[in-house]
T-cell receptor, first 111, second 117 residues
């Protein structure tokens, strides 16, 4: 099973920041946190990943707490096209190339 | 930018038939994966492959067979399809997601929607 906990759904107003939380209290020191999203009927899309420092790219920012037990994905100015299911994943260390997806958070961006 | 392609996009078959879903990537990525997605279960890993001729089971491998004779292709076969295998199947690839790698990303295809009647 995935070692992450996310709220099943969230709403966000268009143009506002969307903050998606994720708990990963059993994370190991050398495990990365990944975020993917899946827009309806499409394949999942990589967003961002991090180990311990905060990360930012053209799509989003990732804030990881100092104890690494939780993280937040931030979409700074959400648009209607950001409506999707967002998956927070902890990559198992030493288990080869497996990413185990949980249930994710269904984000609805509303006008 | 061909990337990763899956075929067919939609497939309807009958119980007991053999079905093969195709996956092709143009990046020469080492790792390839098959996932299935069902309501209430999210994405579940079926099989993955670290390189040509190397495959390994994921979470739900029963009823499926894979092969990887060439780096770019990773077909998934249902030898005797059952209704429980009705699902959306996604193929993915990654440049390197080795045993100790921790910072690689997966690229997914558009999926194959399979219905077993």
């Amino acid at each position: 099973d995935a070692k992450t906990t996310q709220p099943p759904s969230m709403d966000c107003a268009e143009g506002r920041a969307a903050n998606l939380p994720c708990n990963h209290s059993t994370i190991s020191g050398n495990e990365y946190v990944y975020w993917y999203r899946q827009i309806h009927s499409q394949g999942p899309q990589y967003i961002i990943h991090g180990l311990k420092n905060n990360e930012t790219n053209e799509m989003a920012s990732l804030i990881i707490t100092e104890d690494r037990k939780s993280s937040t994905l931030i979409l700074p100015h959400a648009t209607l096209r950001d409506t999707a299911v967002y998956y927070c994943i902890v990559r198992p260390y030493n288990q080869g190339g497996k990413l185990i997806f949980g249930q994710g958070t269904e984000l609805s961006v509303k006008p | 930018d061909a990337g990763i392609t899956q075929s067919p996009r939609y497939k309807i078959t009958e119980t007991g038939r053999q079905v093969t879903l195709m996956c092709h990537q143009t990046w020469s990525h080492s790792y390839m994966f098959w996932y299935r997605q069902d309501l209430g279960h999210g994405l579940r890993l079926i099989y993955y492959s670290a390189a040509a001729d190397i495959t390994d089971k994921g979470e739900v491998p029963d009823g499926y067979v894979v092969s990887r004779s060439k780096t770019e292709n990773f077909p998934l076969t249902l030898e005797s399809a059952t209704r429980s295998q009705t699902s959306v199947y996604f193929c993915a690839s990654s440049e390197s997601l080795g045993r100790y790698a921790t910072n690689e990303k997966l690229f997914f295809g558009s999926g194959t929607q399979l219905s077993v009647l």
